[in-house]
């Protein structure tokens, strides 16, 4: 069966002359102009390799680069670039691309390059045995990133073990580093993927309104309840529950919480009849509930019937070789919602990125990303417009590298000062919950 190649390629009548000269030595191929275009036919149609131009109306051949490696690591991709630019063709390299060409290229030139990627290719395949026709999801459909670091594959060989089970899981993990994502995930990949997620911040629940949140309430069952409200626990009916930040429920709420998961039967406040519930109970701590146990503040039979299948996700900072991707994952994102055509990372900022601890994870990743594509004014983000942190920290050897703990004290201390002192506006400066800071501050016995 004759190989396919996907052109992408804005200049219609060069990708037009490419097709015929491919269709000449025996290969199939289409073309298209737009990242929009090429997403929607990878999306029906399985090829065998794409080429693809750097530089293109709606994005940038590199972003491309990485979704199909991500979703498709077996397809052959070579980039083309109109302007002889080493280290954008490096670049594309780290990124994925199995080899590059400049234009303008000789037909033995591409001719060349393309026989030698398909054979690689195909013995890539032969070697481990997948078949492009193995290809799980659109590269159009809404995307979860997994990583390629060991760590996260072997994450998501966690969730792909325990998602088609009823169990209930226990994520741990550093704030901002997806733990909602991965609870997602898991509802996605269950026999539950077709009914609600419902996903509930137990540390913003006042603890005097949280039997009603939970349980829902009728009319006239205490002041301030003029309606019937249907709860967490009966919106999720048959399907997942996701309860972040668990560690701050109190005492009596986790009495609660356990007796509606032992009998799967609710009642709402200020009713006698009971409600059956088929929900799936997922929930997620960046504290460690084992040490709450035992300091008797949180219930262990409650923490047993949380944690039947327990998953840690690793901090950014141990998934190095997930750094690029991500990055430029979220580059595709601030593009799209910032109407901006940033194509990429100049190699100083990508060293930065590199050195950088990332002590906000995923979040501060994104966060930073999306500032510095607003302001950047290039092609390419550059050290100037990343912040100051990311800049000094990322700038020096990591061996002298500013430590997380460090880090994490000093923004507390800096958040208290700001807000004169005041717990809980400080608390909500550094997005996380009051008790949060209480223990951190516990932690690193700041004298306040």
């Not at 149609?45 to 750097?54: A, M, V």
């Not at 052959?76 to 400049?102: C, P, Q």
Request: a positive charge; aromatic letters at 8%.
């Amino acid at each position: 069966m004759p190989q396919k190649i996907l052109i992408v390629e804005d200049d219609i009548s060069f990708g037009q002359m490419l097709q015929k000269f491919f269709l000449k030595n025996g290969w199939k191929s289409e073309v298209c102009s737009t990242v929009t275009d090429a997403r929607n036919k990878i999306a029906t149609t399985n090829f065998d390799l794409i080429l693809s131009d750097l530089r293109l109306p709606d994005g940038n051949g590199i972003n491309l680069l990485v979704e199909i490696k991500s979703i498709y690591p077996k397809t052959a991709v070579i980039v083309m670039t109109g302007y002889a630019e080493v280290g954008t063709a490096v670049a594309a390299m780290k990124k994925g691309a199995d080899d590059y060409i400049s234009k303008p290229f000789t037909p033995d030139e591409i001719l060349m390059v393309v026989n030698q990627s398909l054979k690689t290719s195909k013995n890539k395949i032969e070697k481990t045995g997948i078949d492009s026709t193995t290809k799980a999801r659109s590269i159009n459909q809404e995307r979860v990133l997994t990583g390629i670091d060991e760590k996260s594959q072997k994450l998501q060989e966690h969730i792909q073990l325990v998602a088609p089970t009823n169990m209930s899981v226990l994520i741990t993990g550093e704030s901002g580093t997806g733990k909602e994502v991965t609870a997602k995930s898991i509802h996605k990949n269950s026999g539950r993927k077709n009914k609600k997620f419902v996903a509930v911040d137990c540390g913003a629940i006042p603890k005097e309104l949280a039997t009603s949140e939970f349980f829902g309430h009728v009319k006239g069952s205490f002041t301030g309840a003029v309606q019937d409200k249907v709860g967490h626990f009966e919106a999720a009916n048959g399907g997942t529950l996701f309860l972040d930040e668990i560690g701050n429920l109190n005492y009596e709420n986790q009495v609660q919480l356990l007796r509606a998961i032992q009998e799967r039967k609710i009642k709402k406040v200020g009713s006698t009849n009971e409600i059956e519930i088929d929900v799936r109970i997922i929930s997620a701590t960046n504290e460690n509930l084992l040490d709450a146990v035992q300091k008797h503040d949180f219930r262990e039979d409650l923490y047993h019937r949380l944690n039947e299948f327990s998953i840690e996700i690793p901090p950014l900072s141990e998934r190095f070789e997930d750094l690029m991707l991500f990055a430029n994952y979220f580059l595709e994102k601030a593009n799209s919602d910032l109407n901006k055509g940033i194509m990429g990372f100049s190699e100083e900022v990508i060293t930065l990125f590199q050195k950088y601890n990332w002590p906000g994870n995923l979040r501060e990743l994104k966060n930073v990303i999306k500032r510095s594509v607003l302001l950047s004014r290039e092609d390419y983000i550059k050290p100037d417009v990343l912040p100051k942190e990311v800049v000094k920290n990322g700038g020096i050897e990591s061996s002298d590298m500013f430590s997380k703990s460090k880090y994490e004290k000093d923004q507390i201390v800096k958040a208290l000062k700001k807000t004169n002192f005041n717990k809980s506006k400080a608390a909500q400066l550094l997005q996380i919950t009051r008790k949060t800071l209480y223990n951190k501050i516990n932690h690193y016995n700041l004298d306040l």
